[in-house]
């Protein structure tokens, strides 16, 4: 049995912000790989994007590689280029395609009904789904009986099997299979890189968090999951030793969650001496200076906050459980610890308006992140957001997927009280009134480390001025002359 696994491109859905292509590792296949191969699966993983493979191309790896099963990764914005892929190798290779990630998890019985390019649909993790999978199409077992799927039988009608149990003991899964794919391809998004050689890990599954605006339970449920410190330890050191890596991208939704795993780690990482730096995302309310000043001992060179709003009425409808007042001291404990902060905001969330947004502004200029991104509000599939947009199961069906894009050139979805060139023209104020700030270069300046760092940062610089050149092309001379009225100090 041998098993193909595909990457669905989408770096240009994010338009001119990811000028340059900062491409990230597939870690969901990444591990799905490895595992099937522990289980006797022959593998081999593409990502046709990072590989510069055109259609043509895959197509033929497709032929050579002639696998027994082919597996396609994508979310939802990335979704129609998933149907393209599996359109294009089904035609190639001519073997069961299967389907998973968010988009999948999201909608399984949906997609498996329209969408006959799929053989079948997998929700939820995709280890052991995509292993007893390849046990059924060896005869092994039924497809029935294989446990978080959705498919459609001969008759037009679709089988949902009932959801698989979510996997606990996290250590008993192999590292990813980085040695399938050209890791020099792959570098941290702008804000998380430093210009060195990098590798990408994410150490948990599940986030016990109840914003409404996050599809991170869809596949990974709302139960905190952790590799231990010592499967940890041992996965940095193999990337050392195999890759060269001295900077780790923590991509965990909140690596801070578990204050007894964080303290352990750091402690590990110091005594060992390992000489690393990492980056990771914390909750604002997760944070104190002890826990802080010991990350920052352990390596933590970046640390990235999801704020979203500066609107406590607004933060309190999508349940972030945080207020303004505490993003301010969890800012300030960061800066004062030395890192290199990020703020993430989220413009035209449901129920806000124009003065929520002014205030949203005014705290990332307060606050002092030394770099900070703002993204639209977007109703993933799967949310209580998507749900409260889309209240019926028999939705029609978004023509415009491709613009669930939180930093994309597009805006996805207006709420009531703001338009999409509303949304558009205040993406646009909050960049130029946060960065066109001579105090804030000189804030990002004496945090670059190094040449490398610095061309990071120009590479990103780059990038931003792209997208804020094609926001300005929508929007009248008197309405871009007007951007700067009432500048928020």
Request: proline share 5%; net charge positive.
């Amino acid at each position: 049995m041998k098993a193909l696994l595909v990457n669905t491109p989408y770096i240009k859905l994010y338009g001119p912000l990811n000028v340059g292509g900062n491409f990230q590792f597939p870690l969901g296949l990444g591990y799905i790989a490895s595992y099937l191969r522990e289980n006797g699966i022959g593998v081999s993983l593409l990502d046709p994007e990072a590989q510069g493979m055109s259609a043509s191309e895959l197509a033929a790896a497709g032929r050579r590689l002639s696998p027994d099963v082919i597996g396609i990764s994508s979310a939802t914005p990335n979704f129609p280029a998933a149907v393209g892929i599996a359109r294009l190798l089904k035609e190639a290779v001519g073997c069961p395609v299967v389907l998973g990630g968010v988009h999948a998890s999201a909608f399984p019985g949906r997609i498996a009904a329209r969408h006959a390019e799929f053989d079948y649909v997998v929700a939820g993790e995709g280890e052991r789904t995509m292993l007893d999978l390849c046990r059924s199409l060896e005869g092994k077992i039924a497809a029935e009986d294989v446990k978080g799927i959705a498919f459609r039988r001969a008759s037009g009608t679709v089988t949902q099997t009932p959801p698989r149990e979510f996997i606990t003991a996290l250590d008993e899964l192999p590292f990813p299979a980085r040695d399938l794919l050209p890791m020099s391809r792959y570098r941290p998004q702008v804000y998380a890189d430093l210009g060195e050689k990098s590798i990408s890990m994410i150490t948990s599954r599940g986030c016990p968090a109840a914003c409404t605006f996050c599809a991170s339970h869809v596949t990974m449920g709302r139960r905190f999951r952790a590799h231990s410190v010592g499967y940890m330890i041992s996965e940095i050191e193999e990337c050392m030793t195999k890759y060269g890596a001295r900077y780790f991208v923590m991509k965990d939704d909140t690596f801070t969650c578990d204050e007894a795993r964080l303290e352990e780690f750091c402690r590990e990482l110091i005594s060992r001496k390992l000489g690393i730096e990492w980056f990771c995302y914390s909750r604002v309310d997760l944070v104190d200076q002890a826990k802080l000043e010991l990350m920052r001992l352990a390596g933590c060179r970046i640390l990235a906050y999801g704020i979203e709003s500066g609107n406590d009425d607004v933060l309190r409808g999508m349940k972030k459980g945080i207020s303004a007042d505490v993003a301010r001291r969890a800012m300030r404990l960061a800066n004062d610890a030395g890192f290199i902060t990020v703020g993430s905001f989220m413009l035209g969330n449901p129920g806000e308006d124009e003065a929520a947004l002014r205030e949203t502004i005014r705290l990332a200029i307060e606050t002092r992140p030394v770099l900070a991104s703002f993204n639209r509000f977007v109703p993933y599939p799967g949310t209580a957001a998507f749900r409260s947009v889309f209240p019926r199961d028999d939705f029609e069906e978004p023509s415009n997927w491709g613009d669930f894009v939180a930093s994309g050139p597009n805006v996805a979805f207006a709420s009531k009280g703001l338009s999409k060139r509303q949304i558009q023209r205040w993406t646009l104020v909050a960049y130029l009134r946060f960065y066109m700030r001579a105090s804030q270069w000189l804030w990002i300046l004496a945090h670059v480390t190094g040449f490398r760092h610095a061309k990071a940062y120009l590479r990103g610089t780059a990038g931003v001025i792209a997208q804020l050149f094609s926001w300005t092309l929508g929007l009248s001379w008197s309405s871009f002359r007007g951007l700067f009225q009432g500048r928020d100090r």
